[in-house]
């Protein structure tokens, strides 16, 4: 996947408890965006960074916070997970000028 | 509010025939539109794009049209084969790098 890594891929927890899922590039691209994938909705886009320390809010941003410390690490974190949470989670990466993302595996998670 | 979607959510299609996905977009502001093919378990991968300034373009057995008048986009894929399998989504993006999806389509087909 192109240099992307997701971590962990899986994850199953209870609600109430903090979940932080990591996304790893080797590309040394500036942009980074995590989007969640649910059936009937496509992907949404939940937070994005354009550069360390840049971050912002997507559509779906709610419960959900982001830091972005180091070029090559975007992290997703919900800091009381819910039940409705649950959802496959994608890193994606791109440059300024590149239009088009490159999408890592994908992280699973589910909240109980 | 302005979203991208896809006309159908589910296509079979014969191996051999040639598939038509369809995508309605509603944001006149985008300038730029890209499909991807989903398989299962893993991220969605760049097929093909265009540009509001085109009308058609080509690659590899895979058509992208663009209708600005009525903000449709479709991909045609041609001999459709059993690794076309997949979710395929339309990508619309108004020129700030964040993309904006429809819901999908997931093609199967048979053989």
């Known amino acids: 996947d192109a240099g992307i890594t997701q971590s962990p891929r899986h994850k199953v927890t209870e609600t109430g408890t903090p979940v932080t899922l990591r996304c790893h590039q080797t590309?040394?691209?500036?942009?980074m965006y995590w989007y969640r994938q649910d059936p009937g909705h496509g992907l949404r886009l939940i937070h994005y960074s354009y550069g360390v320390k840049d971050t912002d809010k997507g559509e779906v941003s709610d419960g959900y916070s982001v830091s972005r410390s180091k070029t090559e690490d975007f992290l997703l974190t919900l800091e009381s997970a819910t039940s409705s949470q649950t959802s496959v989670y994608f890193c994606a990466i791109t440059d300024p000028g590149a239009n088009v993302l490159t999408f890592g595996a994908g992280s699973r998670l589910t909240v109980l | 509010g302005e979203s991208v979607g896809l006309h159908l959510p589910t296509l079979s299609v014969q191996e051999g025939d040639n598939s038509i996905i369809n995508c309605a977009y509603s944001n006149s502001a985008s300038d730029y539109f890209i499909w991807y093919k989903q398989e299962s378990g893993k991220g969605p991968q760049f097929i093909i794009d265009?540009?509001?300034?085109?009308d058609k373009r080509q690659g590899q057995r895979v058509t992208v049209l663009l209708n600005k008048t009525v903000k449709h986009l479709s991909l045609q894929i041609a001999a459709t084969q059993p690794g076309d399998s997949a979710v395929y989504f339309c990508a619309e993006t108004p020129n700030d790098y964040k993309l904006s999806f429809g819901a999908g389509t997931t093609v199967t087909v048979r053989a």
């Open positions: 265009i540009r509001s300034n085109m």
């Open positions: 590309e040394n691209h500036r942009y």
